[in-house]
Each structure stands twice: as structure tokens, then as C-alpha cells.
């Protein structure tokens, strides 16, 4: 059975006649349509059942007709979570991190894939997707830098008014109390082993890394 | 938060993982999930139309009906399905709402249906989309103006209050000339006066040949002055006395002063009393020359007198940005055109155009497509110009007048459909009020016919109620019961209108033949047999009868009146049956009537049956305490 099966209408318009309609055609380039694998394949590759992704993708297809998600629709979303604050900066992350073909668009089944991950996987898959989400460009090393974007990303999903009123330099204080917790041979970065390490020897994280097992 | 991101609130709560490892406090513990394993279809019959959906969809919207425990008043649990008995292709629209988060207005439907739908249903019209807004805001002002429009007339033609004021019978009078013959006459003689008025200004003005003693042709005006001045005397007086009435019984006398007519009123009859006024002084002769122009104005208090040119008034006030508009776009060319006309022209010799504004009267008369020809361009660009300028005023005119000519005929078409339900409006609520009446009347022909039965004889009564079954559905005879107990409890009973009146007259005959109620009563008791008889073969031909046949009930009714033997319980039921049907006010037979109702008391024990007739008694006496109390 195939697998992605990107059709694009365009694609069949220049097959048949040269339109000399340039509006129709762009019109036409941006109707993407995807259709995801089958239903057996996806409870195959992850660990959701039937129903589970039933619901999962009826809720998917409702806000995304054209059967993938592309950034700007992403942030739109998730911006509608975070009313008071921005959220932008913080779904663009996201976004990188769900699209892990990085061909600018999420589909099902990487949602899908990201979610399983998520809410059925183990501490270790999920510790691992954790630090690849602040990982930015995705080199095997969290730097100071990177770590602060994210930071600022998640303080500006707050907004202006919080109580204590939030500062500049709070995120960059909180970045420090992370390095200073994640970084054990003080060289700067934070890989992968020192972040899992870290982590599993936290007893707050391993608890709120269970938190959300029965969203779904 | 619109509602179809709820289908993405896992992804975000899974997402938050990623806050986790940073997070330096505890996470708060998650809250229960009540619901679990409530996911599936839900199945919304809609009066036989089976429409069905995901719960999840319907709780997109929680503060709607179907998306709240609402729902549960509704849900039938022999067909394990949610039932409304509501219009179903209304409801596919409410239901699409849910689906895609759109709410639509479909064109076909009546306005009014679809609101009570969305209200039922607990959704605001506001969110209807972009695309159905507009629609939907138009029909819905219109369906306003309808309804302000019928409570306007109501207003106008409700029943007098029978204690209005003098003054608010005037002021009634005044706008409603309809109303009383006095107002008529009034309307029509201020109509009669303002167009002798009028005609005496314009014949002023006319040549009457010479006067004597005069070489020179004068105006009949002048020649007939004191006829004139006479004649405009008059209708002065009229017009004061009418204006002065008009504001000592306006209800607001602010308003009134400040509305457009009585200014009109005031206008028109100033230039005479400022000429009274005035001396015949050279100077201000020509002043008040031009004061009797304004007394052209009395032809505008036509205006009371014709809708038409009233909705012309209000049509040419709700087009003022229009006719604003071809007021300014006219001054624009006309000044441009003109100042090119004046220009091209100056070369020429002996030209008319001596000036631009001079130049003005040419681009009009030019525009207009007039073209009187005194001023005409000579030069070649003039002529040019001249000719682009006639172009262009077509154009120009012609551009707002559709505009105020639809508004026009909107205007005038919707005061036609006034008057047309207007009229409309008394038939179908004379219909309305017959049919309501026909229920009335059911009741008190069950009750005749339930009263008629006759407890000793079975067969009868089961007859009887087999028709009263027959005739009377299951509502109407609890309904009928319960009218029953109400009469009951008050010791009072229901009647129609035509009795009620009649037993108010029946006072002041009670008097009269009380002394001849012996006599009456004894030739009754002779007929007693027969009528008992009488009154059970008419027993069936009443319960069977429809309420429209009244006219045949009357004539029995007629009948039963004479013949019924007013004798104890008989007689207090045939009393009332008397009552009851004495739809044509029977004068003659009013005395029979009372004279029963008096000669009751006396024979109560000699009544065979047992609970009829203290019932029945009862009956007499609740009548006797009525009718002794009218």
C-alpha cells in the first residue's frame, strides 16, 4: 500500500492543459490535500487504539479540512489556549517538533506520532522529546542561547499581567537554575545523557511526566 | 476560544510536557474527567427527521441547549433518542452550526421562525456568519417595521377610553378626523377655507380690466380690495382659531410647537397680522410685499389633509444625502464648466459671458438640458465646450434620481401594504373573534346538554353522554370540567354576551313582574309532562348540533323557553338553559324568564331527584344572587 500520497491538483493541471489563468492556478497549487495511511497502519506505529484515533483525527480533519497543518494554522491554535499572552514563539517550536521531517507541515500522522509519544510513552521516549523540543537546531547540545529562547517563549505565553509582575531578567535567571541543575561538567552545553540523567533523578519531573497520561 | 479548537486541547495538554523538565515546582494535579466513555453517536429526532451527530460535536457549545444537560429534559427513553417537536429544516441549519462552527440564514424561511428556533435552542443570532448577516439584519428590520407599523394603528384605532379628557378628545379628533362627525366637519371645512385661500391669492394677481377712473389695466386685487381683504380675513380667523384649538389640545405643547405643520400653520398666517400691523408706509411697502409671498404657504397645510404628499415629504427628508449628493456634484460642474465657458468666450466680441457667475445661468440652463438660447457660445471652443458640457448634465442628473426614485416608491409602498392590512385587519380579526366565540359557546352547549341529561333515565344519559363523548374530544371535556369547577367555586356561571346584557335590562323588569309570578307559574306546571318530553327529544338534535348552527338552536331555544314548565328543579335548569340560549335578546320573553328565577324558592323539596336538584337549587339561588346583584 502507499504510503504519503501528496496529491496536488496543480499537479494534474499542468499535466493536462497550460491554463492561461494564472489566478486558477495558484488557487489550485494551494489545495494540498493529504490522505493519511490506513487505520491499521497508524495503530500499528503507535500506541493508540482504534477509537482513540478515531476521535484524534475527526477532531484533526475539523479544524484542518486539507488533511495537514502548516505553521501559521498552528500557532492560530495554540495561540487560542493562551489568550493573555503570546504564544506564537512557543508553537514555532512546537511546530519544529512535531514536524520531524521538517517539510513545513505537519500531517497526521506526524501529530499522531508526536502525540503517542507524548500521553503512551515512556519516560525515556518523552525525556527525549522534551529535549529535542529545546534542542532548536536540533544539534545534540542545548545551549545557553537556545534555552533562553525557550524560556522567553514560555514566559511570553504568560503575557504582561502576572503576579509578581514579571522582569527582564527572570528568564534568564531561570536559564541559570537550569544549567546549574542540568549541567554537570559545567562545559556549557547540556546533552542528551546529562538531561535524561538529570531528570531521572528529579522526583518533581518523573511525577509530572505522568501527568497527563489519560488526556485521551 | 472558539469551540472547535476543544478537539485540540489533548494536543495541548500533551504539549506541556515539554514545560516540564524546566518547571522547578510540582505540577498541580490534573482534574478528574467525569465524563468517560460518553463518546458515540448521538441520534436527534426532530419531529420524524432523524439527524445525528457526535456528542463531542454538540459539546463544542456548552452554553447552548443541545450542548448542555439541557438536553436531558428532552430524551425519550423508549426510542433511546432525543426528541423535539420542532421544525426540522430549521433545525439542519442549527445543527450544521455545531458542525462547522458557522451558523447560516437560509432565504427561504420566515424571519420570525427562525428567530423562535435560535431562541429555543439557546443560540444568539449574532454569530450568523458574514455571508447570512446582512440578509438576515434586513429582513429582520423589516419584520420590525411591520410590527411597529400594526401597533402604531392599533394604537390610532383602539376603542375610546370612555373617561378621556375633553382636551384628549380633542387632540384625538384633530389627528383622526375619522373619528366623530365634528372632526370630519372640521377637516373638511379648514380643507375648504385653505383652498379659497389659495385661489384668492392667485386671482388677486389676474388683470380685471380698468378701474374707473384709471387709464391703466389693475389687478383684480386692487379693484376688488375690500372683497379680497375680506375673504383673507376670514380664512385667517379659521386658520388662528384652528391653530390656537390645535395647541391648547396638543398633549405636548413643546412638541407641538416645534413640529414641521405648525410652523407651516404660523408662516401662513403671519404676513397678515404683521400686515395688520404694519402702517401703509412707503418704506416697508415693499417689505410686506414680500410678506405676502409666504402666504403661498397655506398650500403646504394640504399636507394634513393627503398622505401622498406627505410620504413625498418624508421621502425627499430620508434622500437628503442623496439629493445632497446631486446637489454638490451639480455645483462641482457647474462651476468648472462654467469658468471654462468664460474663459473660451472672453475673446469674443459682444459676448453674454461677461463674468463666470454670469456664465453660471448659461451651464444650468445648459445642463438641464434646458437650452433657452439667450446666452449661446459663439467662439469654436466654445461651442466645443458648450457641447461637452450638455453631455455631461445628462449624465450627471441622472445618476442619483434612480436612487431617489426607488427610495420614493419603497416609501410608497410600504404605506400601501399599511393600508391594506390595516383593512385587511378588521376581517381577520372579526374571523378570529367568531371562531373564539364558537368555543364559547361549545362550553355552554356542553354544559345545556349536560345539564338536559336526565339522571332518572339512564338510557338517556348514557345517550347523553355518548353524544357529549361523540362531540366533545378528551381535551375538550377536561377543559369543560374545568370550567365546571370554576363556576363552582364562584357560585357564578358563564355566559354569552348578548344574556349577560340582557339580564342587566332584566333588573329593572324583575320588579315589574314579580307580582305576576303566581300567575305564570301555574299554567307551566300543567305543560310539565309534555315538556319533559319536549326537552328530551330535543335533547339529541342540541348535542348533536355544531356550534354553527345557531340560528336552529335559537329557534329551539325559542321553543323550550315558551313550552319548558318553569317548576322546581326543571324549571331552575330550564331557566338557565333559557339563559344560555337566548342568543337573540327575546324581550317579550324576558318577564317569563325572571318571573321563574323569583318563583323558585318556594317548591324546593318537591324535586325527585336527590343531588340535581340541591344542585340545581344551588344553581337557582347563585342565579337568583346574580341576577339580584346586576
Redesign the interface.
Known amino acids: 500500500m502507499d504510503g504519503k500520497r501528496v496529491e496536488t491538483i496543480s499537479a494534474r493541471v499542468d499535466a493536462a492543459v497550460s491554463s492561461p489563468d494564472s489566478v486558477e492556478d495558484e488557487l489550485e497549487l494551494s489545495a494540498v490535500r493529504h490522505r493519511p495511511e490506513g487505520l491499521e497502519q497508524l495503530e500499528a506505529q503507535t500506541r493508540f487504539s482504534r477509537?482513540e484515533l478515531q476521535?484524534?483525527y475527526?477532531?484533526?480533519k475539523?479544524?484542518c479540512p486539507s488533511g495537514v497543518v502548516n505553521e501559521e494554522t498552528f500557532k492560530d491554535?495554540?495561540s487560542?489556549?493562551f489568550?493573555q499572552g503570546d504564544a506564537s514563539t512557543y508553537a514555532h517550536?512546537?511546530f519544529n517538533?512535531f514536524d520531524t521531517d521538517h517539510n513545513g507541515s505537519v500531517s497526521f500522522e506526524d501529530?499522531v506520532m508526536?502525540?503517542s509519544i507524548?500521553?503512551r510513552g515512556t519516560v525515556q521516549e518523552?525525556?527525549n522529546?522534551?529535549f529535542n523540543?529545546?534542542d532548536i537546531n536540533k544539534d545534540g547540545y542545548i545551549t545557553k542561547e537556545e534555552m533562553l529562547d525557550?524560556?522567553k517563549a514560555?514566559y511570553d505565553m504568560m503575557g504582561k499581567c502576572t503576579y509578581p509582575v514579571l522582569k527582564e531578567e527572570t528568564p534568564r535567571q531561570?536559564v541559570e537554575?537550569?544549567f546549574q541543575k542540568m549541567d554537570k561538567n559545567k562545559d556549557g552545553v547540556v546533552t542528551i545523557d546529562e538531561?535524561i540523567d538529570c531528570?531521572q533523578n528529579d522526583e518533581?519531573?518523573m511525577?509530572?511526566?505522568h501527568?497527563?497520561e489519560?488526556?485521551? | 476560544?472558539?469551540a472547535?479548537?476543544a478537539?485540540?486541547?489533548?494536543?495541548?495538554?500533551?504539549?506541556?510536557?515539554?514545560?516540564?523538565?524546566?518547571?522547578?515546582?510540582?505540577?498541580p494535579v490534573?482534574p478528574k474527567?467525569k465524563r468517560r466513555g460518553h463518546?458515540g453517536l448521538i441520534v436527534l429526532n426532530v419531529s420524524g427527521t432523524k439527524f445525528q451527530t457526535?456528542r463531542?460535536t454538540l459539546e463544542r457549545y456548552p452554553d447552548t441547549l443541545l450542548g448542555s444537560s439541557e438536553r436531558d429534559f428532552f430524551f425519550h427513553e423508549e426510542s433511546n433518542e432525543y426528541f423535539f417537536d420542532r421544525d426540522p429544516d430549521i433545525f439542519r441549519h442549527i445543527l450544521n452550526f455545531y458542525r462547522t462552527g458557522k451558523l447560516h440564514y437560509p432565504r427561504q424561511e420566515c424571519i420570525s421562525a427562525y428567530d423562535e428556533e435560535l431562541a429555543f435552542f439557546g443560540i444568539i443570532p449574532e454569530i450568523i456568519g458574514d455571508c447570512c448577516y446582512e440578509d438576515y439584519k434586513d429582513r429582520r428590520r423589516e419584520n420590525q417595521e411591520r410590527i411597529q407599523d400594526d401597533e402604531e394603528t392599533d394604537a390610532t384605532n383602539e376603542l375610546v377610553p370612555p373617561d378621556m379628557s375633553f382636551r384628549e378628545t380633542m387632540w384625538r379628533a384633530f389627528e383622526n378626523p375619522h373619528t366623530s362627525t365634528m372632526a370630519l366637519v372640521f377637516y373638511y371645512v379648514t380643507g375648504f377655507f385653505i383652498a379659497v385661500s389659495v385661489l384668492a391669492n392667485v386671482v388677486e394677481t389676474v388683470p380685471c380690466g380698468t378701474a374707473p377712473n384709471r387709464a391703466k389695466v389693475v389687478s383684480c386685487g386692487e379693484r376688488y380690495a375690500l372683497a379680497f381683504f375680506c375673504l383673507d380675513t376670514a380664512c385667517v380667523m379659521i386658520f388662528t382659531v384652528e391653530y390656537l384649538l390645535r395647541l391648547l389640545a396638543a398633549p405636548s405643547r413643546y412638541k407641538f410647537v416645534k413640529s414641521v405643520m405648525s410652523i407651516i400653520d404660523v408662516v401662513a398666517i403671519m404676513p397678515y397680522y404683521i400686515g395688520l400691523v404694519m402702517t401703509d408706509n412707503e418704506d416697508v411697502s415693499g417689505a410686506f410685499v414680500t410678506l405676502r409671498v409666504f402666504r403661498v404657504f397655506r398650500i403646504f397645510k394640504f399636507s394634513r389633509h393627503s398622505a401622498g404628499l406627505r410620504i413625498l415629504g418624508y421621502t425627499l427628508k430620508s434622500c437628503a444625502s442623496e439629493l445632497g449628493f446631486l446637489l454638490f456634484s451639480l455645483t462641482m460642474a457647474i462651476i468648472i464648466f462654467a469658468t471654462v465657458m468664460f474663459y473660451a468666450e472672453k475673446g469674443s466680441s459682444a459676448s453674454k459671458f461677461t463674468s463666470i457667475p454670469a456664465a453660471f445661468w448659461y451651464t444650468i440652463v445648459t445642463m438641464t438640458t434646458l437650452g433657452y438660447g439667450d446666452m449661446v457660445p459663439k467662439t469654436i471652443m466654445g461651442k466645443i465646450f458648450g457641447s461637452i458640457c450638455s453631455l455631461s448634465g445628462v449624465l450627471v442628473i441622472a445618476l442619483p434620481v434612480p436612487v431617489i426614485v426607488s427610495n420614493f416608491s419603497r416609501i410608497y409602498h410600504q404605506s400601501q401594504r399599511a393600508e391594506k392590512r390595516r383593512a385587511q385587519k378588521k376581517t381577520r380579526l372579526a374571523r378570529i373573534r367568531a371562531v373564539k366565540s364558537g368555543g364559547a359557546n361549545a362550553y355552554l352547549q356542553y354544559k345545556r346538554s349536560w345539564l338536559l341529561i336526565d339522571p332518572d333515565e339512564e338510557a338517556s344519559k348514557e345517550a347523553g353522554q355518548a353524544l357529549v363523548c361523540k362531540t366533545n374530544p378528551n381535551f375538550e371535556m377536561h377543559h369543560h370540567h374545568l370550567l365546571h369547577c370554576l363556576e363552582k367555586t364562584t357560585n357564578h356561571e358563564f355566559v354569552d354576551e348578548k344574556t349577560y346584557e340582557a339580564s342587566c335590562r332584566e333588573v329593572t323588569l324583575v320588579k315589574q313582574v314579580s307580582c305576576s309570578s303566581s300567575i305564570s307559574s301555574s299554567p307551566h306546571g300543567l305543560t310539565s309532562c309534555c315538556s319533559r318530553r319536549k326537552r328530551k327529544t330535543f335533547n339529541v338534535p342540541n348535542s348533536n348540533m355544531s356550534v354553527g348552527l345557531q340560528g336552529s338552536i335559537q329557534e329551539l331555544s325559542t321553543i323550550q323557553i315558551r313550552e319548558r314548565p318553569l317548576t322546581n328543579s326543571r324549571s331552575s335548569r330550564s331557566s338557565l338553559n333559557a339563559k344560555f340560549e337566548e342568543t337573540v335578546p327575546l324581550n317579550c320573553d324576558q318577564p317569563y324568564m325572571t318571573a321563574a328565577i323569583i318563583s323558585m324558592p318556594t317548591p324546593p323539596g318537591t324535586t325527585p331527584e336527590g343531588d340535581e336538584s340541591t344542585s340545581s337549587t344551588d344553581y337557582s339561588q347563585a342565579n337568583i344572587v346574580r341576577v339580584s346583584a346586576l
Not at chain 2, 478537539?7 to 505540577?27: D, S, Y
Request: net charge positive; aromatic share 18%; with cysteine.
Open positions: 477509537k476521535i484524534l475527526r477532531g484533526f475539523n479544524e491554535i495554540y487560542q489556549f489568550p517550536f512546537l517538533a501529530f508526536g502525540l507524548l500521553l518523552k525525556l522529546w522534551a523540543l529545546y525557550i524560556m514560555i531561570h537554575v537550569f538531561f531528570c518533581n519531573i511525577r509530572s511526566m501527568l497527563f489519560n488526556v485521551l | 476560544m472558539a472547535g479548537v478537539a485540540w486541547l489533548p494536543f495541548a495538554r500533551a504539549a506541556a510536557i515539554g514545560w516540564m523538565p524546566v518547571a522547578t515546582a510540582p505540577m490534573p474527567d463518546e457526535w463531542d
